[in-house]
């Protein structure tokens, strides 16, 4: 897949040294954000995120599905990182209405004299 971004998460396991890498590619974040959706419209929790429950269902689900084998830390990092991301792009696209999102390219569509400023 072109220009798609890997992130990795490592997390220690147990007393070793030895940590365990989460992959993160443009797949595996959108089976896991239609997950977190799934759970969110389960949890039916306004404003709030996952309790103990919802995490372990997502998990679970998560792993099922993409045949991986990623603990909740890992999931957990990958939420505080796309919710860091979310909040960017908010504050980036303010209040602007010349913006538009170019799903061919996957950036602003916008001029050069927005950028500038």
């Given at each position: 897949?072109?220009?798609?971004?890997?992130?990795?998460?490592?997390?220690?396991?147990?007393?070793?040294?030895?940590?365990?890498?989460?992959?993160?590619?443009?797949?595996?974040?959108?089976?896991?954000?239609?997950?977190?959706?799934?759970?969110?419209?389960?949890?039916?929790?306004?404003?709030?995120?996952?309790?103990?429950?919802?995490?372990?269902?997502?998990?679970?689900?998560?792993?099922?599905?993409?045949?991986?084998?990623?603990?909740?830390?890992?999931?957990?990092?990958?939420?505080?990182?796309?919710?860091?991301?979310?909040?960017?792009w908010k504050?980036?696209?303010?209040?602007?209405?010349?913006?538009?999102?170019?799903?061919?390219?996957?950036?602003?569509?916008?001029?050069?004299?927005?950028?500038?400023?």
């Amino acid at each position: 897949m072109k220009n798609a971004r890997i992130v990795t998460t490592e997390i220690p396991r147990g007393r070793s040294n030895e940590k365990i890498k989460a992959v993160w590619d443009r797949n595996l974040t959108m089976i896991f954000c239609d997950l977190c959706m799934k759970e969110k419209d389960h949890n039916c929790r306004r404003g709030a995120y996952f309790k103990k429950e919802g995490w372990s269902r997502l998990v679970a689900n998560f792993n099922k599905e993409t045949g991986k084998e990623y603990e909740k830390s890992q999931l957990k990092s990958r939420w505080d990182l796309l919710k860091k991301e979310w909040k960017l792009w908010k504050q980036l696209k303010g209040n602007d209405t010349c913006l538009c999102w170019d799903p061919n390219k996957n950036n602003l569509d916008t001029s050069e004299a927005w950028w500038e400023s």
